[in-house]
């Protein structure tokens, strides 16, 4: 049977979404098969937000209609059929899953006072634990106002615990801990002790998240359509920008310009076009904060020689219009709610990043019973090497700033603290294009490839390193400000401890600098790269799928034990294939010769390593094949670490096994280099970036120091 969660909370507004998917997130790191169920939703014919967010989560493989109970209607017309609806349609879910994360009610404006009572109920029937969301904050309305908080006291907190586990008691549900959310930051233990001293017998576990503004604040986009307005003019992908105050423009120009503040919407009668203009030119300035958006309210169209104005200026705030008066405009945007989803990157991950740096994921998934799996998913393997960099943080540079997918992944890092960045780039041009995606890269550092003093002292290292070319200090001082070099000399000197390039650069850019500076570890001769291959139950390493054209048998054997080194340090026990187009002594040829000989230097250089060859893949990989071709080796038909002949052979394999097998490919991670340096495809996506960070810290953790 399924082990369950069921997440309600005592009253609405809570943030119980973002605890759910921190939960369904942490969940996904230890078992493969995790569901998800909404015993009560508002409509069967409107999508419910929350179910819809959990079900886009990587990994969740089912089918909306299944995982919904029933609906408020039906709880109102008869709760006792209504609960044996529930339960039968959340054992459908249950059985096909290992744990299932169940997401109680929503308390709308129709909800009734007893709604914990029968979420309680619920859980007790469905013999699910219950994790109880507690506000941190007041839920007045006009609390909930657009840059608005209101903290409760802990003494409140406590409280309001008490009575939400009273009622839980009441109708027999075990309690499996309580999370207050949206907590006040600076009195997060005080909240927790409050609400731990309600069962002090008992005990029970309590964790408290602090209030972060971005994450209830309301984006552009939303108001978009909230004031059931048009976009006019501006850059689409400032949309996705919180607004967190409200600046309501019914007033001179003059007394306007002083009351923007940072990330503001500012609502603007159309026929004020003053005050929009002179919006703008404070939005482009340099001198005003930055606004998140404009809003031009009323039927009244922009003149011409306007017009013409917005398509001349240098601001790309968004500009919407809508119909509305002012008045309603204004209370429009601060009903106006933020919300979390798969499409908004930035809100998404800062969600997770709070959950993870708050709520002891390892006490959650042991006490709810769900031991480590024996499988490893693609899923579950990109999240442990996040948890393993972050357990460890190093600082990686990252030459590319003018690229947008550098940015949104390292918004992504920073928000779950993966890793300390470094940005390379002009500060302002970065650091502007950041607020323009809406991504947060506040943490990381931002520096100028053209810093003279860094320039300096970076010129004279790398004419040291190249005296014996002839390399002057001039000519290394023009060296040294190509990114490539730059980010590679911080690595060197110890200022990073490692860089990730290549997504707006070639390989051989990316890597020459590291060939020149970093140079190779002792008793490695060559660079080579691995694919780290995450299948749907087991991850592999192959190599050389990426540097190496047309290895000789002394750089297969390099390949080979640098391979096996990079396969235990992600937690990969190495058992070496050395691939050929036969197995064991059945073949001759030059080609079989070289692996053979390849093997044999292994075998003597690596004494202590499991290693087969020459070996054909399916030997390799099939036990049945293996026993036939190759009884009682130690790695045929057991294999982890599959060393290919060539570059031609191995590029195409890991690109078959990719495509036809449905696998994720993580790399190219180059091995053999006194300090890591990783090269992206120029075809990145910003989730490979974050993976091959997470790599190269992972890798740096495991340097000398």
């Not at 200022?495 to 290549?502: P, T």
């Amino acid at each position: 049977m399924a082990r369950s969660i069921y997440i309600t909370s005592a009253e609405g507004h809570t943030g119980k979404s973002t605890i759910a998917l921190g939960v369904l997130d942490a969940l996904m790191r230890v078992t493969p098969r995790v569901g998800v169920f909404r015993p009560i939703a508002r409509s069967v014919t409107q999508r419910d937000e929350i179910l819809e967010l959990l079900l886009a989560h990587d990994g969740v493989h089912l089918d909306y209609d299944d995982c919904v109970g029933v609906s408020y209607d039906d709880v109102r017309d008869d709760p006792d059929r209504a609960l044996s609806t529930i339960v039968a349609r959340f054992k459908a879910v249950e059985a096909q899953c290992d744990a299932v994360v169940i997401v109680g009610s929503d308390y709308t404006d129709v909800a009734s006072p007893a709604e914990l009572g029968y979420n309680a109920r619920i859980a007790a029937n469905l013999g699910a634990p219950v994790l109880l969301v507690l506000s941190g904050r007041d839920q007045q309305r006009q609390a909930e106002q657009l840059g608005t908080t209101t903290a409760r006291s802990a003494s409140a907190v406590g409280q309001i615990a008490s009575l939400a586990l009273a009622e839980l008691e009441a109708e027999r549900a075990e309690l499996f801990a309580v999370i207050v959310n949206r907590a006040a930051p600076d009195a997060l233990g005080e909240v927790s002790a409050a609400v731990a001293s309600v069962r002090p017998a008992r005990g029970m576990s309590v964790w408290a998240i602090p209030e972060d503004r971005t994450l209830v604040a309301p984006s552009i986009r939303g108001i978009l359509s909230a004031v059931d307005g048009r976009l006019l003019k501006g850059d689409p992908d400032r949309l996705d920008r919180e607004a967190l105050t409200i600046v309501v423009a019914g007033m001179s120009m003059v007394n306007v310009l002083p009351r923007i503040t940072e990330e503001a919407v500012v609502v603007i009668p159309a026929d004020r076009t003053e005050v929009l203009l002179a919006t703008l030119l404070a939005d482009a300035s340099g001198t005003f904060p930055r606004v998140a958006g404009i809003i031009l309210n009323g039927p009244f169209p922009l003149p011409e020689p306007i017009v013409q104005l917005l398509d001349g200026f240098a601001s790309t705030a968004p500009i919407i219009t809508t119909d509305l008066g002012t008045y309603d405009t204004a209370v429009r945007v601060m009903n106006a709610r933020g919300r979390i989803s798969p499409e908004s990157r930035t809100r998404y991950d800062k969600a997770l990043g709070l959950f993870q740096a708050h709520v002891d994921i390892t006490d959650l998934t042991t006490q709810l019973g769900l031991a480590e799996s024996t499988v490893v998913t693609p899923l579950m393997f990109e999240y442990g090497l996040i948890e393993r960099a972050r357990a460890d943080r190093r600082r990686i540079v990252l030459p590319e700033g003018d690229d947008d997918r550098i940015l949104q992944a390292a918004a992504t890092l920073l928000s779950r603290e993966v890793a300390d960045l470094t940005i390379l780039g002009d500060e302002a041009a970065v650091r502007a294009r950041a607020l323009e995606l809406g991504v947060d890269i506040s943490a990381a550092q931002v520096l100028s490839p053209n810093d003279p003093e860094m320039v300096e002292r970076f010129a004279a290292e790398y004419a040291r390193l190249r005296a014996h070319k002839g390399i002057t200090l001039a000519q290394a001082a023009d060296t040294v400000t190509d990114v490539s070099y730059f980010g590679t000399m911080m690595v060197h000197l110890g200022l990073a401890d490692g860089m990730v390039s290549g997504a707006a650069h070639t390989t051989a850019h990316t890597i020459r600098p590291s060939f020149e500076i970093i140079k190779t570890k002792p008793g490695v001769n060559v660079v080579s790269s691995v694919f780290l291959m995450a299948l749907a139950d087991r991850v592999l390493v192959y190599g050389d799928c990426a540097v190496i054209p047309d290895p000789t048998s002394e750089q297969l054997a390099d390949i080979a034990i640098s391979s096996a080194a990079t396969a235990r340090q992600f937690g990969i026990d190495p058992r070496v294939a050395m691939l050929s187009y036969s197995t064991g002594e059945s073949g001759s040829g030059a080609d079989v010769d070289k692996v053979r000989a390849a093997t044999a230097l292994v075998h003597e250089r690596a004494p202590e390593l499991l290693v087969e060859g020459p070996i054909q893949y399916d030997a390799a990989a099939d036990a049945a094949v293996a026993k036939a071709k190759l009884p009682g080796s130690e790695v045929a038909g057991r294999a982890t670490v599959f060393v290919f002949p060539d570059l031609n052979t191995g590029n195409n394999t890991y690109k078959a096994v990719q495509r036809s097998a449905g696998a994720v490919a993580i790399g190219p991670v180059l091995q053999g280099l006194n300090k890591p340096i990783n090269d992206l495809s120029r075809g990145a996506l910003v989730d490979d970036i974050v993976n091959t960070v997470a790599i190269t810290a992972i890798q740096a953790q495991g340097q000398e120091s």
